[in-house]
Structures are given as C-alpha cells and as structure tokens.
C-alpha cells in the first residue's frame, strides 16, 4: 500500500506564501502522475494542480493558475509552492498519487491519498 504523507500546513495571511510536501512510499509505488487537491468546509474536495511522473508536465485549476506552482523530484516527493494566498484558499489540502503517468483532475482517477494538511488564509 502506497503511503502519503502531507506537511508544511499553517496559518498564513493574506498575500503570504507556504509550501506544502507530500512524500510518497516508493515501496510499491512505480511512480504515476501525483496531485493536488483541496476541500473547504461544507464544500466538495476539488482538483488545484497535477504533474506527471518525469516532471515536464503539469495541469493547474484557473483558480490557482499564476499563484501555485507544482514540482516533484526524483524520491517521489511532490511540492505546491502557493504565493499570494487568499482566504477563499483555507482548505484541507490533499495529495494524490495514480499508477498511471497522465494528469487529470478528476478524483476518481487517483488511486492512493493522503490525510490532507490543513491551509488557513486570514484576511
């Protein structure tokens, strides 16, 4: 069973920075696409961004276009840079992990999660 495990939550305010990681057991996980997802209080879990196994692709929700940035490396371990945070970003945040090598934004596709790490935007 692949294990996710999310960090670098927190408190944050408006227009301020955090980076969240999510390491990935590479036991028996050869290494698909990872995610990112988010999910509000009394709102439905939602795609932010994806990249693929090698890096050179990657696929974000408008919402975050421009402000969140996705990188992975090697130990399979995913990154969300977010700049410029607003409060409509307070979530629970989710990685994501699939066998398959391809990005997609639906949360079915993905077949290993983590426990999520909360995200709090003051205003």
């Known amino acids: 069973q692949v294990q996710l495990v999310e960090s670098g939550g927190g408190l944050v305010q408006t227009g301020g920075s955090l980076r969240l990681s999510c390491a990935a057991s590479i036991r028996t996980f050869s290494g698909g696409a990872m995610g990112w997802f988010r999910q509000a209080p009394g709102k439905e879990r939602e795609f932010v961004a994806a990249?693929?196994?090698?890096?050179?692709?990657t696929y974000y929700a408008d919402s975050v276009k421009g402000r969140f940035t996705i990188s992975r490396d090697k130990a399979n371990t995913v990154y969300l840079q977010m700049n410029s945070l607003k409060p409509e970003d307070t979530a629970v945040y989710y990685c994501a992990a699939r066998k398959e090598d391809y990005t997609d934004q639906r949360i079915r596709t993905y077949d290993y999660w983590g426990q999520g790490t909360q995200v709090t935007v003051s205003s």
């Open positions: 990249i693929s196994r090698s890096g050179l692709n």
